[in-house]
């Protein structure tokens, strides 16, 4: 039986990750502080046989005994309000929490599975945005703490392949939406639906014309999956390709739910970038992956999940 150990495991997406190797007849140990992780998010896995639960903080250590045949290493913040109202802690999670964790799967020969994020590529100047493109970050801007995180964490993954053979994968993450956000995350999808369902006017920073490319959650996950069981180092950019503005984002919403919500402006946040899409020809060519549900067909999905969520069923 392969045994995984999934840092950030109460997640968002670890915790979709927690169920797809559960499914695959995994034993899972899901290692989380939560900081910003949910019990709600694993309560149905407290009696499986395969899970495990240890409350931990990774940048402190991974204590976890017995065999480990794969480490995945998703703790960290990931929302911006999220890592912004917690620098240290996101700081730490890349830094301290990626070398704990990498450590553990070198010591028991393991593979270790990186989650980055496509904002190593910061307010690109490059669009869409290839893996081979270096990014253009301010690295002591407020939003530094997450970008220069997962750009160190990158670092480290690849210090330890090159020096002591240990078995890596790199993944870039897009916006990724679907059940188990946080309705309070801050996130621009949990924003809109959760706004839109309480009848309250949706918020827009900017002018709305910036752009952004959502995954739904089970294609995000398949393409990890692919990823990490494949021979692929990466760094590779798994998310969808469909770009979308922020206001054709909030009148589907508004659509979907079928509110009367208006719209309100704020100014856009310092550094926040004016388009985000991945270049995902690495992901098909190499994985035989690529995103398969639409945004209309993915917040279909997503509606009623936020819906039950902030108690409006």
Not at 173 to 187: K, L, Q, S, V, W
Not at 274 to 298: C, F, I, K, S, V
């Amino acid at each position: 039986m392969t045994r995984t150990v999934i840092t950030g495991g109460a997640g968002f997406l670890g915790s979709h990750l927690c169920d797809a190797l559960l499914a695959r007849g995994h034993e899972v140990v899901a290692v989380d502080s939560f900081v910003t992780g949910r019990k709600v998010n694993i309560e149905h896995l407290a009696d499986h046989d395969g899970f495990t639960l240890i409350e931990h903080d990774v940048s402190e250590g991974v204590p976890v005994d017995g065999p480990v045949d794969q480490v995945l290493h998703f703790a960290s913040p990931a929302s911006p309000p999220g890592y912004l109202a917690r620098p240290l802690v996101t700081l730490k999670a890349g830094s301290y929490g990626t070398h704990r964790s990498i450590e553990l799967a070198h010591e028991h020969g393991a593979r270790f599975l990186l989650a980055s994020t496509s904002e190593v590529y910061g307010d690109p100047l490059v669009h869409p945005q290839p893996e081979s493109y270096w990014g253009n970050v301010n690295p002591n801007g407020p939003r530094s703490v997450y970008d220069e995180a997962k750009r160190y964490a990158e670092a480290v993954t690849m210090s330890y392949a090159r020096e002591l053979g240990t078995e890596v994968r790199i993944l870039r993450i897009f916006n990724t939406y679907g059940p188990r956000m946080d309705p309070e995350d801050g996130r621009v999808v949990s924003n809109f639906i959760v706004q839109a369902l309480r009848g309250q006017p949706l918020t827009v920073y900017g002018d709305g014309t910036q752009t952004r490319s959502f995954c739904y959650v089970s294609d995000e996950i398949a393409g990890i999956l692919a990823l990490l069981d494949g021979d692929v180092v990466g760094p590779v950019n798994i998310g969808n390709d469909t770009e979308f503005t922020m206001l054709e984002l909030a009148e589907l919403v508004i659509e979907l739910t079928g509110s009367v919500s208006e719209l309100v402006f704020r100014p856009l946040p310092e550094n926040d970038p004016l388009q985000r899409r991945p270049d995902l020809a690495a992901a098909r060519r190499d994985l035989g992956w690529e995103p398969t549900t639409t945004l209309r067909e993915g917040l279909e999905h997503t509606v009623p999940y936020f819906r039950s969520a902030i108690g409006l069923d």
